[in-house]
């Protein structure tokens, strides 16, 4: 198959350690979504890289800390770990909306929709380990690093978010379970316009606020 939905390109510039590390997660992103992730083993991945499998197994101690990585590399494409500090500045319905259109872009991506088909379709008794490794590097990640927003506009008095975790989830959920990302998912045409999910997202954020903005005796204080 030529099919490279799940592969992650390599930066320019990088470190060569950097850079060895990045084509070890491209190659086998490509093969877990090629082969599926118990018919990839890694003595193909090492001579798809043409090296030692002693140079893979000194980067990943094995395969499922390997997947581990492909997953959260997929996510940092769309929601890198600095994506907030981008948004500090922004009007809250700014930030909130790129970070809505970001998850959900990230959702209907073909790395992500590919891995989710993957492991609904695995076997239920290899099932359980590996959707503990997905969620800890997908979905536990990005909504660990949302809920943290969150708190900063608890504690910067712009929203009302006594509780991030819950809130995190709620705004999640919110885009997880749009109609555009299960179509998506059940690959259900037409797919979705860039349009569609911009208006979608701006919908679901100014529910979002609504449901959290500050509220005095008077009622809900103008943002």
């Known amino acids: ?15 060569v350690n950097e850079a060895r590390r990045e084509e070890i997660i491209a190659t086998a992103a490509r093969l877990f979504g090629e082969l599926g992730l118990h018919a990839t083993t890694m ?13 893979l197994y000194s980067r990943f101690s094995d395969k499922e800390e390997l997947f ?21 500045n922004e ?29 609904v379709g695995t076997e239920f008794k290899d099932r359980d380990n590996l959707t503990r490794l997905y969620y800890g590097a997908g979905p536990e990640r990005v909504k660990g690093i949302i809920a943290k927003q969150l708190e900063q506009l ?6 009302h978010v006594p509780n991030p975790v819950f809130s995190a989830n ?28 911009q208006e979608y997202c701006r919908n679901a954020v100014n529910i979002f606020i609504a449901a959290h903005a500050i509220t005095n005796g008077a009622g809900i204080k103008s943002q």
């Open 91 to 119: 009007p809250i319905e700014q930030s909130l909306y790129r970070i809505a259109l970001a998850l959900m872009q990230l959702l209907t991506s073909d790395g992500p929709v590919k891995m989710e088909r993957m492991l």
């Open 154 to 159: 608890h504690r910067d008095s712009k929203l």
């Open 43 to 55: 003595e193909q991945i090492a001579k798809e890289l043409k090296v030692s499998k002693l140079t």
């Open 1 to 15: 198959m030529q099919e490279k939905e799940l592969e992650i390109k390599r930066g320019r510039g990088r470190p």
């Open 68 to 88: 581990s990585a492909v997953i959260k590399a997929n996510c940092q494409v769309n929601i890198p770990d600095d994506f907030f500090g981008e948004l500090k």
């Open 170 to 197: 709620l705004f999640t959920a919110m885009i997880k379970g749009s109609d555009i990302c299960m179509r998506t998912l059940m690959q259900i045409p037409p797919k979705a316009t860039r349009k569609e999910m």
